[in-house]
T-cell receptor, first 117, second 115 residues
Framework: AQSVSQHNHHVILSEAASLELGCNYS??????LFWYVQYPGQHLQLLLK??????LVKGIKGFEAEFIKSKFSFNLRKPSVQWSDTAEYLC???????????????FGSGTQLTVLP | NAGVTQTPKFQVLKTGQSMTLQCAQD?????MSWYRQDPGMGLRLIHY???????DQGEVPNGYNVSRSTTEDFPLRLLSAAPSQTSVYFC??????????????FGPGTRLTVL
C-alpha cells in the first residue's frame, strides 16, 4: 500500500515570505496527486491536483506544485504568502491501477501553516 | 446545491453507547467515503462506497459499520463507542465511482468525544 510523508508538521512564516511544503510518497507505479487545504472553520477543499502531463501544476490562490517522479515528491509552493494562507495543508496520493482500498486516497499527516502579519 | 452535509456537528458519548453519524450529498455522486482525522495522523479512510448497495473497508474499519441504500446518504454507525474513537469525522463524495481518481468534496465534519 502507498504511504505519504509530510515532514513539516508546523511551519511559521511572516507575510511575503516564500513557502515550500514537502510531500513524498512511496509507490512504484502511476499516481494521482492532490493538495487539499483546510482554512480555520471551513471545509477541506482542493487546492490543486496532478493526474498527468505538465509536472508543474497551478492551483487556486497562487499556489503551485511540482511533481518530480524520480524523487517521489509533490512539493507545494507559493512565492509570497499572506496572512489568509494560514491553514492546514494535506497532501494525498491515489495509486492508479491498484484495487480495493489501496485505490483510495491516502493522506499525509498534514502541515499547519501559520502566517504572521 | 448544499454539497456534502453532516450531522451532528458535535457529539459526546459515553463508552459503550452507539450512534449514527449522518452524511448526505445532493450532487448525484457515485462515490462516498468516511475519514477520521486525528492530530499528527492526517485523514485515515474508514469505509467507502462506489455506489448504492456497495461498500468496502478502508484503512481503519474496526468498530464502524456503514450502509448505502441510496445514492444520497452514507451513514456511519459506531456500534459500541470507545475513547479511541474520539476524533473528527469527515464524509466526502466524488462524481466517479473510481474514488481516488476524482476530486473529493468534503463535509464540514463531526467532532466526536467518547468519555
Amino acid at each position: 500500500a502507498q504511504s505519504v510523508s509530510q515532514h513539516n508538521h508546523h511551519v511559521i512564516l511572516s507575510e511575503a515570505a516564500s513557502l515550500e511544503l514537502g510531500c513524498n510518497y512511496s509507490y512504484g507505479g502511476t499516481v494521482n496527486l492532490f493538495w487539499y487545504v483546510q482554512y480555520p472553520g471551513q471545509h477541506l477543499q482542493l487546492l490543486l491536483k496532478y493526474f498527468s502531463g505538465d509536472p508543474l501544476v497551478k492551483g487556486i490562490k497562487g499556489f503551485e506544485a511540482e511533481f518530480i517522479k524520480s524523487k517521489f515528491s509533490f512539493n507545494l509552493r507559493k512565492p509570497s504568502v499572506q496572512w489568509s494562507d494560514t491553514a492546514e495543508y494535506l497532501c494525498a496520493v491515489n495509486a492508479v491501477g491498484s484495487s480495493g482500498s489501496a485505490r483510495q486516497l491516502t493522506f499525509g499527516s498534514g502541515t499547519q501553516l501559520t502566517v504572521l502579519p | 446545491n448544499a454539497g456534502v452535509t453532516q450531522t451532528p456537528k458535535f457529539q459526546v458519548l459515553k463508552t459503550g453507547q452507539s450512534m449514527t453519524l449522518q452524511c448526505a450529498q445532493d450532487m448525484n455522486h457515485e462515490y462516498m467515503s468516511w475519514y477520521r482525522q486525528d492530530p499528527g495522523m492526517g485523514l485515515r479512510l474508514i469505509h467507502y462506497s462506489v455506489g448504492a448497495g456497495i461498500t468496502d473497508q478502508g484503512e481503519v474499519p474496526n468498530g464502524y459499520n456503514v450502509s448505502r441504500s441510496t445514492t444520497e446518504d452514507f451513514p456511519l454507525r459506531l456500534l459500541s463507542a470507545a475513547p479511541s474513537q474520539t476524533s473528527v469525522y469527515f464524509c466526502a463524495s466524488s462524481y466517479s465511482g473510481l474514488g481516488g481518481t476524482d476530486t473529493q468534496y468534503f463535509g464540514p465534519g463531526t467532532r466526536l468525544t467518547v468519555l
